[in-house]
């Protein structure tokens, strides 16, 4: 894996991880907060955006409104967070020693997909 891999998510997706991470909340309450991002013309990738949100949230619903207001500001900041965190902790000007790069792209992908699979 040499290049930072981008998940391919639906809204099948991001209704199954409201109903897992937000089950004391009704379903359509949460999809309403979501469905704020995706209404601006530059708004791009709403599924993949909101996964974000709900993946940096974890199930809290006072994170939820706050990452959801900086999606809404940059969308690239939750995306960079919640599916590249050890590349975003480490920053974007630290010098990898080699094969280390593409080692943090593979745990980054991991923890993504474990986190999206997750019963």
């Known amino acids: 894996m040499t290049e930072q891999p981008v998940p391919t998510v639906s809204r099948q997706d991001v209704i199954r991880i409201v109903r897992r991470d937000f089950p004391n909340i009704p379903e359509a309450e949460v999809l309403a907060i979501l469905d704020e991002y995706g209404t601006a013309r530059w ?12 993946k940096l949230a974890a199930g809290d619903s006072q994170a939820l409104l706050t990452e959801l207001s900086i999606a809404l500001k940059d969308c690239r900041d939750v995306l960079a967070y919640a599916e590249y965190p050890t590349e975003s902790k480490n920053g974007w000007d630290y010098k990898y020693k080699p094969g280390e790069h593409e080692r943090t792209y593979e745990e980054d992908w991991n923890q993504y997909q474990q986190w999206l699979t997750r019963q």
């Open 43 to 54: 708004h791009r990738e709403r599924d993949r955006v909101q996964l974000a949100v709900l």
